[in-house]
């Protein structure tokens, strides 16, 4: 489990210049809440950079962005404190003394390194290819 920095948007604001601000940021896989205030206490919807682009194409720039992406319609996501992180599900907004401080991020599976035995049967196929035997470096460069 990890928390992931977000972007935070407020509900009221307008469509132009959220779509500006998300023109900047460097993934569109990165995750975006919306926060909008209701009875007093706040709301956390959350997409990532990519789906509320696509929600804002077409927008005028004066409509908000509840309107913009149909909120109403939208369940909120609950918020869970840092320590009750672990045992919430990914994608729920982590707040800490009132303050939005993340999401939780689903776990990347790990990759693990090639081993000796990967590098003998990627050369063992190399060689029956190209009938000679080549390096494990002349195989990612692709050079002969």
């Known amino acids: 489990m990890r928390i992931e920095s977000v972007i ?3 509900a009221t604001d307008s469509v132009g210049p959220t779509r500006l601000a998300l023109l900047t940021e ?5 995750p975006v809440v919306i926060v909008r205030e209701t009875n007093g ?3 956390y919807f959350v997409m990532d950079v990519a789906s509320l682009q696509s929600a804002l194409t077409n927008q005028l720039s ?3 962005i509840a309107d ?3 909120l109403a319609s939208r369940e909120p996501r609950a918020a869970v404190s840092k320590a009750d992180a672990k045992a919430a599900p990914a994608g729920s907004p982590v707040v800490e003394n009132g303050r939005l401080v993340g999401v939780i991020a689903e776990d990347k599976p790990a990759h693990p390194e090639p081993t000796e035995a ?3 049967r990627g050369a063992a196929d190399d060689q029956r290819e190209s009938g000679r035997k080549r390096g494990l470096w002349q195989r990612l460069s692709r050079s002969e």
């Open 41 to 43: 206490a706040p709301s």
């Open 68 to 70: 913009s992406v149909d």
């Open 118 to 120: 990967d590098m003998s």
């Open 26 to 30: 460097g993934s569109v896989k990165l």
């Open 62 to 64: 004066a409509t908000t």
């Open 8 to 10: 935070s948007v407020a």
